[in-house]
């Protein structure tokens, strides 16, 4: 069965920065639009970012802009998120996930298991 990996999660102070990586078994991540998406305590998954397959196309909402950035590897079937200037509330678990389209986040296919990241001082 189709597993996402989350990883690079942690606590971090406001103003810092992780970054997240998202691998995939059981199929080639390369061949797909990926979205990364939060889910903060109390609230419902979101997404905020995502990559075309090239790599060449990727999309931020407001709140992320400028701060965060999504890249691929292809070769590595990984998929990354630079999370800068963080902010308590970009605390969420983190999730990437298979997405229709670049400018249509619409997620399919399985959830995998998330990863924490907690910014606080």
């Known amino acids: 069965q189709v597993q996402f990996v989350e990883s690079g999660g942690g606590l971090v102070q406001p103003g810092g920065s992780l970054r997240l990586s998202c691998t995939a078994s059981e199929f080639i991540l390369s061949d797909y639009t990926i979205g990364w998406f939060r889910q903060a305590p109390g609230k419902e998954r979101e997404g905020f970012s995502s990559?075309?397959?090239?790599?060449?196309?990727?999309f931020y909402v407001d709140s992320v802009k400028g701060r965060f950035t999504i890249s691929r590897d292809n070769a590595k079937s990984t998929v990354y998120l630079q999370m800068n200037s963080l902010k308590p509330e970009d605390t969420a678990v983190y999730y990437c996930?298979?997405?229709?389209?670049?400018?249509?986040?619409?997620?399919?296919?399985?959830w995998g298991q998330g990863t924490q990241v907690t910014v606080s001082s």
């Open positions: 996930a298979t997405i229709v389209g670049v400018y249509d986040l619409t997620p399919f296919g399985a």
């Open positions: 990559i075309s397959i090239s790599g060449g196309s990727t």
